[in-house]
């Protein structure tokens, strides 16, 4: 699959990195970027709206006060989510016109001082889609060099056939955790595999360390065993239950911490065992398999 050959592993996302999570300045920015690269995480995921449409200057400042080179890095970013924080928005909602979507990626090119973005997004799919609209856009984009590949998020194999009259999918980022494994079953994952489409998982540690319920406590027995067994703390082994799947997921992990992607990269080394995998399963869904 050389579609996913140019990306790392684990893909750092940047949503909390500003006003919406950790509020990180240029200098600690510029070392968690560092940090990052010479750990192996070199695909950054951004969309226009983190931080209320901020986040992508903050990045792109500290990008180019970094002094890494851009070749070493991938860029990913998305569009189409017009809210009312941010913009002068009366309503949220979507947006895909040619206009627009040729407008988000040029302005996250300069915001996120990239040159180009390596694979941009469709954020959310919206009711009003028109694929040749999209396919215009996309193609404009990808014959003056700003855009290498286009992909979609949160879109289910029938809306990704839709926008497939006209135009190439290359990728869907959707919602994967062993709290939240619907990928699996509903024709995404499936859907993927069949087209060589890069897999990328949000929030890929689910609900685990939120939520008491029953379903985490039923997985916290099995995950204190298995940390034992192979060594490592249960967010490794979180990562490493959705990445062993076959559509070959990339985890994008959502922190600013240095030891959590450290620790992230190294979940891409353990190799569950069959029934270590199965056992988790069950316990996420409650009994065991048919």
Same mark, same amino acid.
């Given at each position: 699959?050389?579609?996913?050959?140019?990306?790392?592993?684990?893909?750092?996302?940047?949503?909390?990195?500003?006003?919406?999570?950790?509020?990180?300045?240029?200098?600690?920015?510029?070392?968690?970027?560092?940090?990052?690269?010479?750990?192996?995480?070199?695909?950054?995921?951004?969309?226009?709206?983190?931080?209320?449409?901020?986040?992508?200057?903050?990045?792109?400042?500290?990008?180019?006060?970094?002094?890494?080179?851009?070749?070493?890095?991938?860029?990913?970013?998305?569009?189409?989510?017009?809210?009312?924080?941010?913009?002068?928005?009366?309503?949220?909602?979507?947006?895909?016109?040619?206009?627009?979507?040729?407008?988000?990626?040029?302005?996250?090119?300069?915001?996120?001082?990239?040159?180009?973005?390596?694979?941009?997004?469709?954020?959310?799919?919206?009711?009003?889609?028109?694929?040749?609209?999209?396919?215009?856009?996309?193609?404009?984009?990808?014959?003056?060099?700003?855009? +290498?590949?286009?992909?979609?998020?949160?879109?289910?194999?029938?809306?990704?056939? @839709? &926008? =497939?009259?006209?135009?190439?999918? !290359? /990728?869907?980022?959707?919602?994967?955790?062993?709290?939240?494994?619907?990928?699996?079953?509903?024709?995404?994952?499936?859907?993927?595999?069949?087209?060589?489409?890069?897999?990328?998982?949000?929030?890929?540690?689910?609900?685990?360390?939120?939520?008491?319920?029953?379903?985490?406590?039923?997985?916290?027995?099995?995950?204190?065993?298995?940390?034992?067994?192979?060594?490592?703390?249960?967010?490794?082994?979180?990562?490493?239950?959705?990445?062993?799947?076959?559509?070959?997921?990339?985890?994008?992990?959502?922190?600013?911490?240095?030891?959590?992607?450290?620790?992230?990269? +190294?979940?891409?080394?353990?190799?569950?065992?069959?029934?270590?995998?199965?056992? @988790? &399963? =069950?316990?996420?869904?409650?009994? !065991? /398999?048919?």
């Amino acid at each position: 699959m050389t579609n996913k050959l140019r990306y790392s592993k684990i893909a750092a996302g940047t949503m909390t990195w500003g006003s919406w999570g950790k509020g990180l300045n240029t200098t600690q920015m510029i070392a968690l970027m560092q940090h990052c690269v010479a750990n192996g995480v070199t695909t950054f995921d951004h969309a226009d709206i983190y931080g209320d449409y901020g986040n992508e200057a903050l990045f792109g400042k500290a990008f180019k006060e970094s002094k890494i080179a851009r070749e070493s890095i991938q860029v990913v970013s998305k569009c189409g989510i017009q809210m009312t924080s941010g913009r002068e928005n009366t309503v949220k909602h979507y947006q895909y016109d040619a206009d627009y979507i040729v407008y988000s990626a040029e302005r996250s090119i300069k915001q996120l001082n990239a040159g180009y973005i390596d694979l941009f997004l469709l954020h959310r799919p919206s009711p009003l889609m028109q694929p040749a609209e999209v396919a215009a856009a996309f193609a404009k984009l990808k014959s003056s060099g700003k855009v +290498k590949q286009f992909g979609v998020s949160n879109f289910t194999p029938s809306q990704i056939a @839709l &926008l =497939e009259k006209e135009v190439k999918i !290359e /990728a869907n980022q959707v919602e994967f955790s062993i709290t939240h494994l619907n990928p699996m079953y509903d024709g995404t994952f499936d859907d993927c595999i069949i087209n060589d489409r890069l897999v990328m998982a949000w929030s890929p540690l689910g609900n685990y360390f939120r939520e008491g319920n029953e379903q985490n406590k039923r997985l916290k027995a099995v995950l204190e065993k298995l940390a034992k067994k192979y060594e490592v703390n249960e967010s490794m082994l979180l990562l490493a239950f959705i990445m062993k799947h076959p559509a070959q997921v990339m985890p994008v992990v959502g922190t600013a911490t240095k030891e959590r992607i450290t620790d992230s990269l +190294k979940a891409a080394q353990i190799q569950l065992d069959l029934q270590d995998w199965f056992l @988790l &399963l =069950e316990a996420s869904n409650g009994n !065991e /398999a048919p």
